[in-house]
Structures are given as C-alpha cells and as structure tokens.
C-alpha cells in the first residue's frame, strides 16, 4: 500500500470506531451549516488528491502537488471575501474549493480535474498546466510558487490604496478588497519571500496602506528538509510592521476564528499581517515521492494520525454539527462523486498542436478609451509649451524625460517606480522633475531591491495600472530576472489570457561609458531578455526614436497588455556629436505628440546597395559614424537600424536589406548568445548570402582606459567593411 491508501483506510476504520485525535473542542463563530461545508470542501480536496493519483498511474493525469493536511485552508477561505484577490500556495486547493462556495454558478470539481487532465476545455490554464486558479474566484494562476508570487502580491496590495486616490481605466479590485498571498514554512526562508516581507513592512511602516494578509502554511519540511521547530514563530511574531497571528490549521474552529481577526485586522487598518497555521503533509512531497525514504516511518505515522479530516469529523462531532457517521458518508460520497467526474474529465479533448499551446502567450487586446493626447493647457502646465523650445535638438536624455511627461500627461494609469526615480530623477535624469510634476504616487521611490520593483509593477498592472518600472542598470536585473520570467511573461500563457500583467519596463545597459562601472554598470549582453517568450524588447538609438518607440511600447502594454522591455542605451544618453566636436550631429527634435514608430518597424538610412549594415544601439551609432570612410572606400552603404530585438522584425528586416551584394551585422552584444546570431541565420534562413558579424567579445567588461576594449568600434567597423570589399 503506498502512503495514500494508508490515509484513506485509517481515515475509514478510526472514524468508524469512533477513534479520533485528541484536541481542543470546538469554539469560536463558525456556525454549523459553514462548519459541514468546510468539511465538504475538505474532503473533496482530498479526494481529488487521490483521483489525481490514479488519473496519474493510469496515464490520464499528470504531475501534480496534493494538497492532504492542507485541508484546514478553507476555514481561511471562508473568512475571506471572493473580492480579496488570493495568490496560492500549490497546496490550497482546499481553499479554492471553499472559495468556490462563496460565488453561485461554479463547478468546481469539474473544474479541477479538467486541469488534472490537461485538458484544453481546463477553464484556468487551457490545458496548459495544473494550477490552482479561477478568474471567476479572483485567483490569478501560480505555477511553481517558491515565493516567487510574495513580491506581485506585495503590488497587488499597495494598488488598493492606489487606486482608491487615482482609480485606474481598467480597475479590477473594490476598495476595501485585501490581498491574501499563502507558501510553505519551507518557501518563508527564501531570499525572494524575505524581500517581500520586508518590503510589505518597510512600506507600512511609511503609513502606506499594505493590506495585505501572508499565510504560512507551516508543515514543518520542504521536500525532504525539515524547518527547525519553532523557527517560523521566533522569525516572524515579532518583525516591526508585521502583525502576527497563529492558528492550528488542524482545528478548522480555531482557524476559522483566527483568519477573521487577521482579515479585519488587514482590512480595517490596512497593514499587513503575517497568519502562521500549522498543517502536516501528507503523501509526501508531490507525485510518487515517498516520504519513508528521508523520513523514519514512526514521524511518517505520527503525522498520519493526525489527519485535519480526522479532527474535522471530531469537532464537528462535538460542536452537534455533523454525526461521525454522516461524515463518513459524506466523505465516500464525494470520493466516489470525483470518480465519476474524472472518469468524464479524461475523455475531454488536450492539446496537440504548438499552435495551440502558445495560443495564450500573446494577451488579447482591450478595449481603452480613445485619447488625443494631453492638452496645451495640461503641457504649459508642466512645462511642454514652448513649441520653440521643443524644436530645438536634444539629447536623448532629455527627449525620454519629454516623452515620459506627455504620456503621464495622457495617461492617468500610468506609475513610474524604481531606486531614485523620483526625487533625484534617476542615475542618468531621465525622469527628473516627473515626481514634482506628478506626484510620488505616480513617481515613486522604491527601496532597494529589484525583485520589489518588479513585483510591484506586476502587482498593479493586475489592478488596471500601466506601471513603467525602471531598472537602474541592466546587470542588475538578473537580481530579479525569474519576476520577468518566471512571472510576469507567464501570466497570460497559463490563465489562457484571462489574466494580464501590463507594463513598459525601461532598463539603462549595454555598453561604452568611458567613466563609470565597468560590468557591473556596463552590460552588453540580451539574451536573458530575448530568451523569454512573448517578451518585446525594444532599443532606441536616438531620442527622437526613442520619443516614438517609447510611445509604441506604452500603446503595446496598454491596449494589447504586452510585457515590454525598452532598453535605454546609456552611452547615447548624452550624446550630441557624431563625427567631429560640437557638431550635434546625434541630438534630436523632439518629435509631435501622436507621432510614433510601428511595433516591428525598423530605420534604414543610406541607399546604397553594396553592403547593408545591420544593427542597433550604440552600434547604430558606431556604424554611423564609420559611414563616411566606408562610402569614400567605394562601398555604397545603408544602414539598418533594427530598433525591436524581440521578437526580431524578421519581414521588415528582409525588406530593407533587399537589393544589397553583402550584408554586415554589428552587435554590440557577445558573439555568444547576441542578436547576431539570430541575424546571422535568418539570412541563411532566407537564402541570402554573403553575409558576416562583428560582435564583442565573449568576456565582461572593464572600467579605465579598456572600457570599449572588447566592443565593436567605428574603425573595427570600417575594417570589417573593407574584409568585403
């Protein structure tokens, strides 16, 4: 008998004889009909944890993590509202089931084991993945949750207070909601969940409002590594701006009670807390794992005994609610009723094609009121009157912070946040005078940890906001990279594009500042980025483009909810001359307001027909500024700057090197994992030859006299010119 079946027949013979668990009596004010349906939604959490087994070993269902010994969640749920937008824990189905009771029409059972089937007709992921997760419960899908969704709920939470002062086109969650985020014991101890927590307290401690309620699922081991006893309460009971609270996830009574005082705690205050309910685990770890090969058998029965089904049948024995024997009917009419429905679910149509699995990574569209951009009135105001002014060239710098002005000016949903953003104007100025123009709700400052940043902007872009967070440099998003990845990316792709997570995420990188950083401030290398489906990766190399394609990306993230990257070359933020002193050959006008380059648009400049010259960035800058010695060499050149790294312009590229005896790619990238790969063999792809790269070096960069060192340059330009000629 494996672990499972071990359960089932103790949980049938003790209550049978009457055979119960020791434990408090029932007390609190949890009523007797709410009582029975927190029993109903445990067991059938319990059953669909063992058709999930079977689905499994029969070769209909696949991997999936139970929830048994987690059934004293749904006397949380229960003191919820289905308004409180809930980030789970891969163990709570019990309190989506729980949650379901509280909102008419829903099928719950159904529900779940199409997701166990991997069925397309699966209403929260399309097939995709097993998740937890309902649009219709207010449960926005996790996947993998190893505290990578604490800093999104953090966001969730602070747009509440958010929204209530500047409600948003697209608002989703009412006023007085909260947010209720749940992990293991196991998931407290990670660096991501750490900077949750202390993000949460750090910002309350300020009087923001943070309602919201973390939920420890404490267990007592992850995977096979025991917490040690008592860690999570001397860790958490007395952290400063974090309320805490304890219940026995066992006594769904005192759960029940428990969670009502820590949600109107949340609710009424608007601070977080931090509920520690003790569980055990049942089954083990996930799938077949067996919990006897790093677990002495007598810790694996002793945990067995103390089964929350077993304890639920006692209290509510005890409280006159339910009889032992009404319990154990119920309990095998729900194991058979799951039976039956899976015996449906798996006959249910799956996926089978590539074109049906990504059908969700792109989101849909929506609808957003039309605007004609701010008015000269609003434009005076902060500024953007003097049309004289604006017509003068300008560095790129200056062009962004513009660009940034008029679309906040535009778009009252529209946040900035990141490390400095707001009072200094950020690393480079970029958005200097946005706060003061603006507000710090609008502009905010954040502390110092990227993983915050991000899953901040996650978080509001879930309630209507079109957050633009800023990374302060590219090195320093791989602090965070797994929010992109790992989260925001993913979204829509496993809520089947019920969910979105809109946002224009601007990062200053790449290379060739002379002073500053060496590789830590100076990062040349995409492909974390360019790696991430469904991601738009967008790179400027003028402020006029940038003005234009910054435009672009807002109207991505706003009307089609994309994840945008737009990368900010920090050489050319300054830039004014291209070939000779004070000649202001690379500062731009500010281009009119509506005025905007096409998603998947690229530049060319030159017509030239015997080499075309493929880049971005700095390198279009470089290429620029080479141009002059290649054409007297004899070699009619154009220029193609490609301004979108991902996903590449393929058609638009195509077109625009058309007629051209060579091709020469510059990327300022590494020759391992840069766009000049992809270049390289879409050409090849396309049956166009005749075509070499110059890229940097697969090293990291240094700081001194070296800092373009390993870089391409206008004369390795030339000279990789003058090998085709």
């Known amino acids: 008998m494996d672990r499972a079946e071990i ?4 949980f049938l013979r003790r209550v049978a004889a009457h055979d119960f668990p020791a434990g408090r009596v029932p007390a609190g004010p949890l009523g007797r009909e709410q009582a029975v349906a927190l029993f109903r939604a445990g067991c059938l959490s319990r059953a669909l944890d063992r058709t999930s087994r079977a689905m499994q070993k ?51 059972a159904w529900d779940m084991l199409l997701s166990f089937a991997a069925s397309s007709e699966d209403p929260i992921s399309g097939g995709r993945h097993k998740v937890l997760g309902s ?31 500047r409600p948003p086109e697209h608002k989703q969650l009412p006023d007085d909601a909260i947010v209720y985020c749940s992990f293991g014991d196991a998931s407290a101890n990670h660096s991501t969940a750490q900077g949750a927590f202390n993000t949460a307290a750090w910002t309350s401690y300020q009087s923001v409002p943070m309602p919201l309620l973390f939920v420890c699922e404490d267990n007592g081991i992850g995977i096979s590594t025991k917490t040690p006893k008592g860690w999570i309460a001397a860790s958490f009971a007395h952290r400063p701006g974090l309320k805490y609270f304890h219940c026995d996830g066992l006594d769904i009574y005192e759960t029940f009670r428990v969670a009502q005082e820590a949600a109107e705690y949340v609710r009424t205050r608007r601070k977080p807390a931090f509920l520690h309910v003790r569980t055990v685990r049942l089954y083990g770890h996930a799938g077949a794992d067996l919990p006897t090969t790093y677990m002495a058998r007598e810790e694996v029965e002793a945990e067995e005994a103390n089964d929350p089904l077993l304890h639920s049948v006692r209290l509510l024995d005890q409280a006159g609610a339910l009889s032992p024997d009404e319990a154990l009917t119920i309990y095998k009419d729900t194991l058979a009723r799951t039976d039956r429905i899976a015996a449906e679910a798996v006959k249910r149509p799956r996926l089978t094609d590539a074109a049906g699995v990504m059908a969700s990574l792109i989101p849909p569209k929506r609808a957003c009121k039309p605007s004609n951009g701010p008015s000269a009135e609003a434009r005076a105001a902060v500024g953007l009157g003097d049309e004289k002014a604006l017509a ?8 962004l912070n513009w660009a940034m002005t008029d679309l906040m000016l535009t778009h009252g949903e529209i946040t900035l946040m990141g490390e400095d953003v707001g009072r200094k104007g950020g690393v480079y100025g970029v958005t200097q005078k946005l706060q003061s123009l603006f507000g710090p709700d609008r502009v905010i400052d954040t502390l110092l940890d990227e993983q915050a940043i991000l899953g901040l902007a996650i ?20 602090n965070a990279e797994d929010q992109i990845r790992g989260e925001a990316a993913t979204l829509s792709f496993f809520s089947n594009g019920q969910y979105t997570n809109p946002m224009v995420l601007r990062i200053a ?7 500053f950083g060496g590789h830590f401030h100076n990062d040349n290398s995409v492909g974390v980025l360019r790696d991430i489906p469904g991601l738009i990766l967008a790179v400027p190399s003028n402020g ?34 291209l070939h000779a002193d004070k000649d202001a050959g690379w500062m731009t006008r500010y281009p009119k307001v509506g005025e905007t380059i096409p998603f998947g648009e690229v530049g060319v400049h030159g017509t030239g027909t015997d080499l075309a010259i493929v880049t971005f960035g700095n390198g279009y800058y470089l290429s620029r500024q080479a141009e002059p010695r290649i054409n007297a060499a004899g070699l009619k050149t154009r220029i193609i700057d490609l301004r979108w790294l991902a996903p590449l312009p393929e058609d638009s590229l195509i077109k625009a090197v058309e007629g051209c005896k060579r091709i020469l790619v510059v990327d300022e990238c590494r020759l391992s994992g840069g766009p000049s790969e992809a270049l390289v063999t879409l050409f090849n792809e396309r049956g166009i030859g005749n075509v070499s790269r110059i890229a ?18 206008a004369e390795s330009i030339y000279q990789a010119a003058m090998k085709l000629k």
Do not use: W
């Open 544 to 577: 006029a483009d940038g003005a234009r394609m910054l435009r672009e990306c807002v109207r991505l993230a706003r009307e089609e909810q994309r994840v945008v990257v737009f990368l900010e070359p920090i050489a050319l933020y300054p830039m004014r001359d």
């Open 58 to 108: 029969a070769g209909q269902g696949f991997y999936t993590i139970g929830s048994s010994g987690h059934e004293g969640l749904a006397a949380i749920a229960a003191a919820l509202r289905p308004t409180d937008m809930a980030f789970l824990h891969y163990r709570d189905a019990a309190f989506q089931i729980a949650r379901a009771d509280q909102v008419p029409g829903q099928t719950i």
């Open 509 to 515: 990188g790449l290379g060739y500042q002379k002073g």
């Open 459 to 478: 978080g509001l872009g879930q309630n209507g906001f079109l957050p633009m967070p800023e990374i302060q440099f590219l090195a320093y998003l791989h």
């Open 7 to 10: 359960v089932h027949e103790n």
């Open 696 to 713: 940097s070096e697969d090293s990291f960069i240094a700081t001194g006299p070296a800092y373009a060192a390993t870089m391409p340059s």
């Open 135 to 165: 649009k219709a419960l207010n449960i926005p899908p996790q996947t993998s949750t190893i505290a990578s969704h604490l800093p999104k709920a953090v966001g969730a939470a602070y747009s509440l207070g958010l929204a209530k002062r």
């Open 392 to 399: 003068e060239p300008q560095p790129m710098s200056r062009i």
